[in-house]
């Protein structure tokens, strides 16, 4: 399979180590808004670069007739325009806030708990996330997600990064140098405490996913998600 990466930071570096492994060849590298969007010669496009050029990446792919997949997080107030303009073009699209066989994992546990919990008004929910000091965006893609599932079944309206005030889900969103991703749920009561979490040693399970969704989705057409991939939930 030939791959364009759109982004070639952390995660495009992951990739393109992965794809080698898998047999594949990267033939577009793409570094910033001027590079040369070639994309005769690919046949998936990945993206993984910053919020503010995820959707023109996206547009750019969809535009050339080509499949993309997308995990850069932090522009998912445009999703449905993104959505709505990869149908109006009959293209290809799949975006996972986190492409790894564990957090996919992690997120039926978290739908699971938090329906269990829904009864339950003695406890208070609240999501930390911990994240290298570079991360652009906070807080992260997976905590947002998260936070949606827990919302969907609960008397939370929506969530905020600030100290929580009715129906409102605190996500602690917190940098330390290094840590590739760490996800915790907490149900706290005056009684006990419950957590789940999640904790990436490294970067190699958001790569190794990210590749097996471009595989997977090379000959298809339409929207999809990570579940569509794994067969989970
Ligand atoms: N969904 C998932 O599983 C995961 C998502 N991410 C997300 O992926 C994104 C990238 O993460 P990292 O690789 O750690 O960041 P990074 O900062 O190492 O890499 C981003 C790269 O994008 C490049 N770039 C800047 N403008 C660009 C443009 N117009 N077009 C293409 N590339 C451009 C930068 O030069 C940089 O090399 C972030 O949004 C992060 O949150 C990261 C890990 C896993
Ligand atoms: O920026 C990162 O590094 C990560 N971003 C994703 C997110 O925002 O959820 C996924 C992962 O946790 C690493």
Redesign the pocket.
């Known amino acids: 399979m030939k791959i364009a990466l759109?982004?070639?930071?952390?995660?495009?570096k992951s990739i393109e180590a992965i794809a080698i492994q898998r047999h594949h060849n990267i033939v577009l590298k793409?570094?910033?808004?001027n590079?040369n969007y070639d994309f005769s010669d690919a046949d998936v496009a990945i993206d993984?670069?910053?919020?503010s050029?995820a959707v023109?990446?996206i547009k750019k792919a969809i535009d050339a007739g080509i499949p993309v997949v997308s995990?850069?997080?932090?522009w998912l107030d445009q999703y449905s325009e993104v959505i709505e303009y990869c149908k109006k073009k009959d293209g290809t699209f799949l975006y996972?806030?986190?492409?790894?066989l564990g957090v996919n994992l992690f997120f039926e546990l978290n739908k699971k708990l938090s329906t269990l919990m829904s009864g339950f008004s003695e406890y208070t929910t609240e999501i930390e996330e911990i994240h290298h000091t570079?991360?652009?965006?906070a807080p992260?893609?997976t905590a947002i997600t998260l936070a949606e599932q827990i919302i969907e079944q609960s008397d939370y309206k929506n969530w905020t990064l600030d100290e929580p005030k009715d129906s409102e889900l605190l996500i602690e969103a917190k940098r330390i140098e290094g840590v590739p991703?760490t996800h915790e749920i907490t149900y706290n009561s005056e009684i006990d405490a419950i957590s789940i979490k999640h904790k990436a040693h490294s970067?190699q399970g958001?790569a190794m996913?990210?590749v097996i969704a471009a595989e997977w989705i090379k000959d298809k057409k339409g929207i999809f998600n990570m579940k569509d991939v794994l067969n989970i939930g």
Do not use: E, H, V
């Open positions: 759109l982004g070639y930071g952390r995660m495009g793409i570094s910033d808004a590079s993984f670069s910053i919020p050029a023109t990446n995990g850069t997080t932090g996972a806030s986190n492409f790894s570079q991360k652009l965006d992260s893609g991703g970067r958001f996913g990210a």
